[in-house]
């Protein structure tokens, strides 16, 4: 076994907010630059770029999750990651009936492509993937684990778009696999006063928008071989699988 | 002014009642963010909101709301009205969206 880097939480060109440098073939170069060994593909509510970024990383040694940042209808942003592509492609068409739709303004928002791996521009979405699904966070961890996915609520200390911002404490109904946490927070302060917290697993991670961030905030996963499986067991805590920070 | 007075000049819809409806609203806030809510808002306030997560029943028992009122034709799930019934919670709707709603109560207050 050895400890694999995590960069778990990588915006694309897809997301309106995502640079127009994080193409397939930047944010994988970026990633083997850094180190890391597992790269987490989270647009903004669309898994659409995720599937052909990890056909591209398994040819190069790179694990990449491939899922979603899903806005709730709380407006808190949870990162879901699918280990198929049968999963992707329903927890994408969940997404897609779900989805508040208003038409995307490039020029306020960004531009949302879907690319192929040469970087060409197959697909425009043309509603705005920073709009919230209809769905409660309760809906989409039930959907996530339907589907036998990793439900990680994103940056839980954020001041916006977090559990703590838009409920004010953690649910203790929810089945969490792990919590992401920003760079700025002690992880045993926030469980102290938050015991919901206590006992799981948190990762952090560089919530790229732009190139030059993609693997600069990791977590240490030690597993026993590159697989979704692995890890999750490592957050489970099982097998001597474990997070390591 | 007491709640069931507002209930009835408002136009509001009672989702769950309990003994709170006898009691003196004091003023109202209006907020999504639960963390806002937690921080600034008073004891006897109705808070107004479309948020409707369970935490809510939560957040409003803490602060000791006169009630919770939820805008724009949003209503709980059951489960949360079960829990605001066992809390003694009372939970109003309206499709009146926030800004309103917030605005014909601030009236009614006479604030």
């Given at each position: 076994m050895r400890v694999y880097r995590a960069d778990l939480h990588t915006h694309t060109v897809l997301s309106p907010c995502g640079d127009l440098e994080m193409s397939a073939r930047n944010i994988i170069d970026a990633a083997h630059a850094k180190e890391i060994d597992i790269l987490g593909i989270t647009d903004h509510n669309s898994t659409l770029n995720s599937q052909m970024i990890k056909e591209m990383g398994e040819d190069e040694g790179l694990l990449v999750l491939t899922g979603a940042e899903v806005t709730t209808r709380e407006e808190i942003h949870c990162l879901c990651f699918l280990e198929n592509r049968d999963e992707l492609e329903e927890f994408q068409a969940w997404i897609e009936d779900n989805i508040t739709r208003i038409p995307n303004s490039p020029q306020r928002f960004g531009y949302q492509v879907v690319v192929d791996s040469e970087d060409?521009?197959?697909?425009?979405?043309?509603?705005?993937?920073?709009?919230?699904?209809?769905?409660?966070?309760d809906e989409v961890e039930r959907k996530v684990h339907e589907?036998?996915?990793?439900?990680?609520?994103?940056?839980?200390?954020?001041?916006v778009n977090s559990i703590l911002s838009q409920l004010g404490f953690?649910?203790?109904?929810?089945k969490y696999d792990a919590v992401e946490v920003t760079p700025y927070t002690e992880f045993e302060t926030l469980s102290k006063n938050h015991p919901v917290i206590g006992n799981l697993p948190y990762i952090r991670s560089s919530d790229s928008h732009f190139l030059h961030n993609v693997g600069k905030v990791s977590t240490g996963l030690l597993l026993n071989e590159l697989s979704f499986s692995e890890i999750r067991m490592a957050l489970a805590g099982e097998g001597g699988r474990k997070v390591v920070h | 002014m007491k709640l069931k007075e507002l209930i009835e000049s408002a136009g509001l819809e009672i989702i769950t009642g309990g003994t709170g409806l006898d009691r003196d609203v004091t003023g109202g806030y209006t907020s999504d963010l639960l963390s806002d809510v937690m921080g600034n808002s008073r004891e006897g306030q109705v808070w107004i909101t479309m948020q409707t997560h369970m935490n809510v029943i939560a957040v409003a028992t803490l602060k000791e709301h006169a009630a919770v009122i939820f805008v724009s034709g949003n209503r709980p799930a059951a489960d949360v009205a079960e829990k605001a019934v066992a809390e003694d919670l009372t939970l109003l709707a309206t499709n009146d969206e926030a800004f309103t709603i917030s605005g014909k109560i601030y009236s009614l207050l006479g604030k």
């Open positions: 060409n521009i197959i697909d425009e979405v043309e509603y705005l993937l920073i709009m919230s699904l209809s769905k409660t966070i589907l036998n996915g990793l439900f990680i609520p994103a940056h839980v200390d954020r001041s953690f649910p203790p109904g929810l | -």
